[in-house]
Every structure is written in structure tokens, then in C-alpha cells.
């Protein structure tokens, strides 16, 4: 018998499959306003790129700005009161990817913050485990940096994952490469996967990379293989993780906006 490849699919948590409303910007704007004296909009901070980009603009001390958060944003509050909740496909999304798939969340939400959304709203019972952010020698390592990617293959390998070489795949029988999914809803999670592409390439790794952009706001021209938007976009992302042809090589993004709300066959 052939040893068959392995789906690892890096999936991101908040704003992706957790649906966290305006708390967290309401948190952030008290923040601004408490600690620094500064009156920054809802709509200023939903739309903000990266982690850093209004601290930036508003000449912010970024370690001094994520402790005071931390104090206003309670998660296991906002989740009883229904303030955060999955979106409604996330959880048919979950079940449909973890019966091919070794599922890691990767996240930059710190532990704290990631663990009562994971376990309270029902998502522990399909993931292999999760990656949050690490904590480097001199600075905290969030996405798109490859050690969060390599934190997560090691929860994978934990699990049976045995990254391949290329020139390993004849004499070990192998059918095909490994799949790896990268599924996010911003920035960062597309330039994760693109960072996790070259590592495996530089690597000789038997894996083949493909991002699925989430796109529930903000741009339409981050670098992404996939974009699923519309209704129930994570759907339409399990139809394309479990339908993909492995060897196929996108010359350009593919905008996919998929409608049905039909359960997903094995």
C-alpha cells in the first residue's frame, strides 16, 4: 500500500471563525482614549491594516497599548453575553475540514484570549491543537513570521505528520505531496503563507501551499491563491480544500463566491 499524502490546514481564529463584532474595536478605541488621550473611530480601527498601524500613526507605545487592552478586552464576558460568537459556518466548515485534514489554529490572539473562544464556543473538539503567538528572545513573533509555521507543523507532527523531501517521494512510496492550508480573513495570513511557500521550497519539502483569503472587509488585492466571499464563505473554502487538485498551479487568484448552504458530502 502507497503511504498517502497528509492535509494540514492552518487555519486563523478571530475574524476568520470567531466572529467578535465590535467588541475588540470598542476595547481598542477605550484603550486609545483611557491611556493615551486619543479619540480614534470604530471605523478607523476596523479598517487598520496590520497590528501596528494605528499605534504608529498615533505615536503609541505598542507594549504599553496591548497590556492596557488586555485589561479591557474580556473575552469570556463578551462570549456569555453573545457579543463574540462563530459565524454561522464555521463550526459545519470545522467538522467538513477535520475528517481529511490535521486542523492548527494559528492565531495572534495571545492564550488568554484564543483558549475561551476555542473551548467555549466548540472548537477544541475538531482542531489538532493551536499555535498562538511565541515568544521570541527579544520580541513577541506574530504572523507572517515562519516560527508561528513551524510552532504549528510541530502540533501537526504531534499528531502523525512527518514532513517528506522531494527526493525522498519515490523510495518512500509517496502518492502525492502534502497538502498545507492557510485560511485567513486579513494581511497577514496571506503573507504567512507565502512565507511558509518559500520555507518549503528552500527546504525540499514534498508539500504543495495554497492561501484561501476569507474576505469579509478591507482589500481586494492581497496576494491570495483563493478569495471566497459572499454568505457562507467558509463553506465554499471546505468545498475548495476538499475538492483541490494538488498538482494544479494558479497562474492568478481565484475569486470564488459560492451560495449554498447544503450541508458538505464526504
Not at 77 to 85: N, R, Y
Not at 146 to 168: D, M, Q
Request: glycine share 4%; with cysteine; charged share 30%.
Amino acid at each position: 500500500m502507497k503511504m498517502r499524502h497528509r492535509t494540514i490546514v492552518l487555519t486563523d481564529l478571530d475574524d476568520t471563525l470567531v466572529d467578535r463584532g465590535t467588541s475588540a474595536w470598542e476595547a481598542m478605541k477605550k484603550t486609545f482614549a483611557e491611556r493615551f488621550k486619543v479619540d480614534v473611530s470604530i471605523d478607523e480601527i476596523a479598517n487598520a491594516i496590520g497590528h501596528d498601524t494605528l499605534t504608529k500613526k498615533y505615536n503609541c507605545d505598542w507594549l504599553t497599548f496591548w497590556s492596557a487592552f488586555d485589561t479591557y478586552d474580556n473575552r469570556e464576558e463578551a462570549i456569555a453575553s453573545g457579543k463574540i460568537k462563530l459565524y454561522p459556518d464555521a463550526l459545519q466548515f470545522m467538522k467538513s475540514i477535520s475528517e481529511i485534514a490535521d486542523i492548527v489554529v494559528t492565531t495572534d490572539t495571545p492564550p488568554p484570549k484564543a483558549f475561551p473562544e476555542i473551548m467555549n464556543l466548540g472548537l477544541a473538539r475538531y482542531i489538532s491543537g493551536t499555535a498562538a503567538y511565541t515568544l521570541g528572545h527579544k520580541s513577541l513573533k506574530f504572523k507572517p513570521d515562519i516560527s508561528v509555521a513551524l510552532r504549528a507543523f510541530r502540533v501537526a507532527c504531534e499528531k502523525g505528520y512527518k514532513p517528506e523531501r522531494t527526493e525522498n517521494r519515490r523510495s518512500s512510496s509517496r502518492t502525492e505531496p502534502d497538502k498545507i492550508w492557510v485560511v485567513g480573513d486579513g494581511i497577514n495570513d496571506m503573507e504567512f503563507a507565502e512565507n511558509i511557500k518559500q520555507y518549503v521550497a528552500e527546504n525540499g519539502f514534498d508539500a504543495v501551499v495554497r492561501s484561501i483569503y476569507i474576505h469579509r472587509r478591507g482589500p481586494t488585492d492581497i496576494k491570495h491563491d483563493y478569495r471566497t466571499f459572499g454568505p457562507n464563505p467558509l463553506l465554499t473554502a471546505a468545498k475548495i480544500i476538499r475538492s483541490n487538485n494538488p498538482h494544479y498551479e494558479p497562474k492568478a487568484p481565484i475569486e470564488v463566491c459560492w451560495s449554498e448552504t447544503a450541508i458538505i458530502q464526504g
